[in-house]
């Protein structure tokens, strides 16, 4: 997978999990997605096309997105969670604040940014 690849798939998660969200928390769901990367030593698109892990890869229907405007401010977004520091705290998964995950409680609460709440494992998971 090239560069620009990951680049994509990383700037398509954003778009379809945070893109009426404000900068910070676009740049937080980047951070989830490199961290996950990161943790199981996976390529980008392999960490946002695991099943059941980001909601919009579970539906079916084009992924390219109808908003021009919006994708690239979730590119600039991303660029920019790539240029700095993960601020996350080691996020690795985060819900909107309206829902409710049975997961959530397996896990520890970092923050919420926008209307997603971030979450990193427990020590030892």
Request: net charge neutral; aromatic share 12%.
């Amino acid at each position: 997978m090239t560069i620009l690849e990951a680049l994509l798939w990383l700037t398509l998660n954003v778009y379809h999990e945070a893109r009426s969200e404000p900068r910070i928390a676009q740049m937080a769901v980047a951070n989830v997605t490199l961290n996950r990367a990161r943790e199981q030593g996976a390529k980008v698109e392999d960490i946002v096309r695991q099943p059941r892990q980001f909601s919009w890869t579970d539906q079916k229907g084009s992924f390219i997105p109808d908003d021009p405007k919006a994708f690239v401010n979730c590119l600039q977004s991303v660029y920019l969670a790539l240029q700095g520091e993960d601020f996350t705290g080691g996020a690795t998964h985060f819900h909107l604040d309206s829902v409710k995950p049975s997961w959530a409680a397996e896990y520890i609460y970092l923050t919420q940014l926008g209307a997603h709440k971030f979450y990193r494992q427990q020590p030892g998971s």
